[in-house]
């Protein structure tokens, strides 16, 4: 029988600590506490740094906080500080605006097996559902279904019946892989499987694509991948687009790497060995 792994969650956030708060809170209702959070922090203000000190104050679960300074969009950065933190085996990444569902961690822990990574899939929340949410603190993941239905016909959400049904585990596993369609903002990957190929490339330059090359390079090292709908899906809160100028010149580096069998990240996990933790804002 196959040992459950140790968890680490992997939560990404910038500088939107009412979001961040939401999802943690989330995490904390989980139906499996038997993980710990690492909040992988891009640069934020000491706004968020006194909030996830608040959450951690009564966290059911270990806390961390990883921070960087803020130097532009180095989100493949803060993953990588985020995982290097983590005691876990098995990295599921999260980003600070999916609230996930009270089965979220024991649904990726039965769907976790060793040489295959997760990818989850969201719900979106239009703009005014998620202002609501956030200004009166409603718990958006523990909405009964007459909720859900109502928010859904009123378009406030994209999808409902994903939050509602449970595919079994079987038959996930993708025949034929693809790169595309897979966000980091949710996505499980173990972590002797980032360590194979060096973990999220820190050389892509703005936002954009650098999840995509994360799974290609998994990929090209003999990682296949699991199909985590109708099991592990998150709630995305509204947030306005970033900027996007660097994503063309970014995606042209995902179909160079996808054509040449790219494995190893210019510069991931390894390069940051005997690096200490940045002090806090």
């Avoid at 909040?39 to 740094?49: K, P, Q, Y």
């Avoid at 295959?116 to 200004?135: N, P, W």
Wanted: net charge positive.
């Amino acid at each position: 029988m196959q040992q459950s792994p140790t968890i680490s969650v992997v939560i990404t956030t910038y500088n939107r600590p009412d979001a961040l708060a939401a999802v943690v809170e989330a995490c904390f209702m989980q139906d499996d506490k038997n993980f710990e959070i690492i909040i992988a922090d891009d640069g934020s203000t000491a706004n968020t740094r006194d909030t996830i000190a608040q959450l951690a104050a009564g966290a059911p679960v270990p806390v961390k906080h990883v921070w960087q300074p803020d130097q532009g969009f180095r989100a493949a950065m803060a993953r990588n500080r985020g995982t290097l933190a983590a005691t876990g085996d098995y990295i599921i990444f999260l980003d600070g605006d999916c609230v996930p569902q009270r089965d979220f961690i024991a649904r990726h822990r039965a769907l976790a097996r060793p040489g295959f990574l997760v990818s989850g899939s969201r719900i979106l929340l239009s703009q005014a559902l998620t202002e609501r949410v956030l200004r009166e603190h409603i718990d958006v993941a523990g909405m009964s279904v007459t909720e859900r239905l109502r928010h859904r016909l009123r378009g406030d959400m994209n999808k409902v019946l994903q939050t509602m049904l449970r595919w079994p585990d079987f038959g996930r596993v993708r025949r034929s892989f693809s790169w595309r369609r897979i966000k980091s903002c949710n996505l499980a990957v173990w972590r002797a499987d980032l360590d194979k190929v060096n973990g999220f490339d820190e050389s892509f330059v703005g936002w954009g694509h650098e999840d995509s090359d994360l799974v290609l390079r998994l990929f090209h090292a003999g990682v296949g991948r699991k199909d985590g709908a109708l099991a592990t899906e998150v709630l995305h809160l509204w947030h306005s687009e970033a900027k996007r100028d660097e994503e063309s010149s970014n995606r042209k580096v995902v179909l160079e790497r996808a054509a040449n069998k790219t494995i190893q990240a210019v510069r991931g996990l390894r390069e940051h060995s005997g690096e200490g933790p940045f002090a806090l804002p």
